[in-house]
């Protein structure tokens, strides 16, 4: 069954074309499409379009949909186009006549364009809800280590003294930026485009405000066109967000595999949480991180691939959009894997005591001693200099401690306040 089906017969290649693989795709939104069918039918009684048993009709058989999608798998067959020709179908089966009416006001591009509104609603909520935990967690790791020196670097050369505490914490602050984009990218989805039809509204009296309070939207998006302009845009809103939380935990990752390396030796992991060699029986490879690190890259990539696809439309509806699809859809679950994967691995992270021990990070302090003879009434670029030739001479004195207190300093973490901003934004 088609939606658009007049009775005359599809090519098979041009069907198989067409259709590609939304059958599979489609399965994610069954939900959705049922939860905005009901809206939809509520609605059209309102306005008198469908009678009261005609609508508790449709909306008892769509709850009984959405029972059943809850306890078995939701299969779309070959004989069906997408998920919404399946479900109307199931609703003509049982009703007949009236299951023929729930597409009354509306066309499959509204349709679905609802469908995936709603879909990435929720999932920006499970995005969010994953990150506020590996937030809270890297918080503890912070606490708990904040007092443990770890190497500072730039260029890839030793820097100056940063800390455990000062790493973790990064990383979660880091993540409030990535909230702040997911909360940008809920507020472009969160607009009910249901009523603009086919892309230039109906000739029906239906009320578009009604659906949006029915299906929780903030609010309506307001010009029928922009409404079906919205598609390709939301999806590509939702990549960037992600991109950017995807951004987060490649850094991160590539920060554990670096650091786990033997010639950094600054953390562990237990054995359970690594891989081996098939010919070295010495090898604990830190897989786990490398797949999040890659998996976080290939989401970074989203964002430019959906816009190669909607780049240079004009307004109105295009087969084109289907595509994002294919793209956005199984890069949401690997974003939320790699989210939950790195909080169950980073948890069990062991960090290495008295790593400032080996010589080699002596120099990390130089620019401590210069802040300290500054302080003491020492231009600074005399300063500099006098440190420098102590270098030279090999006659530097390594301090013994870190004496840093500016807020977010290895000293004043600023983890209340880092909370603090991370509470204010969820």
């Known amino acids: 069954m088609k939606l658009w089906e007049k009775g005359i017969a599809t090519d098979k290649k041009i069907e198989q074309f067409t259709v590609g693989n939304d059958r599979e795709l489609d399965t994610v939104l069954a939900r959705y499409d049922i939860i905005a069918s009901i809206a939809h039918a509520t609605m059209l009684s309102e306005v008198g379009l469908l009678s009261n048993d005609e609508k508790n009709d449709l909306c008892n058989t769509l709850n009984d949909l959405l029972l059943k999608l809850e306890n078995e798998n939701f299969i779309i067959e070959a004989d069906f186009e997408d998920v919404h020709s399946k479900i109307e179908y199931l609703l003509i089966e049982k009703l007949g006549d009236t299951g023929k009416k729930i597409h009354t006001a509306r066309s499959r591009n509204d349709q679905v364009l609802t469908a995936i509104h709603l879909y990435l609603k929720d ?30 670097y730039t260029h890839l050369q030793i820097a100056m003294p940063s800390s455990f505490g000062l790493w973790f914490s990064a990383y979660a602050e880091s993540l409030i930026d990535d909230v702040s984009m997911l909360n940008a990218a809920l507020q472009v989805i969160d607009q009910n485009p249901l009523g603009s039809a086919a892309g230039y509204g109906s000739s029906f009296p239906i009320d578009r405000e009604s659906t949006t309070e029915k299906l929780g939207f903030s609010t309506l998006k307001y010009n029928v066109v922009a409404a079906q302009m919205n598609r390709g845009k939301s999806e590509k809103t939702i990549a960037f967000a992600m991109s950017s939380v995807a951004g987060t935990l490649s850094k991160l990752a590539m920060d554990v595999c670096l650091y786990l390396s033997q010639n950094f030796d600054f953390i562990s992991l237990p054995a359970h949480l690594t891989t081996g060699s098939s010919i070295m029986p010495h090898k604990k490879n830190p897989d786990i991180f490398e797949l999040i690190r890659g998996k976080s890259n290939k989401i970074q990539s989203l964002p430019y691939e959906l816009t190669l696809i909607t780049n240079n439309l004009p307004s109105g509806y295009h087969r084109d959009f289907q595509l994002l699809k294919e793209g956005l859809f199984p890069a949401i679950q690997n974003l939320k894997s790699c989210l939950e994967m790195t909080h169950y691995a980073i948890k069990d992270i062991k960090v290495k005591e008295n790593i400032f021990n080996d010589e080699k990070y002596n120099y990390s302090f130089t620019v401590d001693t210069i802040n300290e003879m500054v302080t003491s009434g020492i231009p600074f670029r005399d300063a500099y200099k006098m440190v420098a030739e102590q270098i030279e001479n090999k006659t530097f004195t390594v301090p013994k401690n870190t004496n840093h207190t500016h807020q977010g300093s290895i000293n004043n973490l600023c983890l209340s306040a880092i909370q603090g901003k991370m509470e204010a934004i969820f």
């Open 123 to 152: 999932e920006i909520i499970l995005i969010k809800k994953l990150i506020k935990e590996l937030f809270d967690l890297l918080l503890k790791l912070a606490e708990q280590h904040k007092n443990v020196l770890l190497p500072g």
